[in-house]
């Protein structure tokens, strides 16, 4: 019986190694592509937050991060799975090679920021899951987007997939620390460290709530009255856009 994980079969033969060699360069053109996807995913974004500035006044994105999964993770993916490590694989299974994360500063952004992406015509939205209104019974809390995105290459195009989680800044800090304990060895007072995360991450939900209410709060006192300041005050922000 032939083994499916094609990135791993011995190599007995010339025509083994060049097998071995095409596979190589299939799985490498693969993740120059996961990677294109990333970065056009990205510039969308930052188009979109200066996009907010101008009209809004207000960039609701804090920062972007993006990440490609490492060769080894991939396949630690696919054989925890009991899945074929094979590129045909990858493209049909794993929908988060390609992942890009966007930290908002308030709550409300990252549901805006959600629509927005949405609305794109060529996006295709293939799954969202809310642990922000729905979190994990650890307590982590982010909105997860799955969609995929047409790159073009130079004979043809091809849908590809990226995760996309949107969170804010309290979020992502949790989530990090979180993330940092869960591979660490040899923890002491695990349960009581789990119990305290969950409890941090409630009162995450609160701050963020809490500091969203006071933006609010300060953007409709902050109103100008007059006509004549709110001439003076978007003439100042065109001379701060443009220089």
Known sequence: ?????????????FEDNMKMLDQMLEFKNLLMIYSSAM???????????EDYAIKNERNPIHSIKSRLKSTASIIEKLHRRNLPVTVESIRENLHDVAGVRIICSYLDDIYDISRA???QKDLKLKSIKDYIAFPKENGYRSLHLIVSIPVHLI?????????IQIR????????SLEHTLRYK?????????VDRLRYCAESITELDLAMMTIRNSIEKDDSPSDIRSQL????????????
């Open 232 to 243: 003076v005050d978007k003439l100042k922000k065109l001379e701060k856009d443009f220089k």
């Open 155 to 163: 004979s043809d195009s091809t849908e590809v997939d990226v995760e």
């Open 1 to 13: 019986m032939a083994d499916n994980n094609t990135f791993l079969q011995p190599v007995n033969s």
């Open 185 to 193: 060895n040899q923890i002491k007072n695990i349960d009581e460290i």
């Open 39 to 49: 970065k056009m995913i990205s510039t969308r974004l930052q188009i979109l937050d």
């Open 117 to 119: 992406i949405q609305k």
């Open 168 to 175: 804010t800044i309290a979020m992502d800090f949790w989530a």
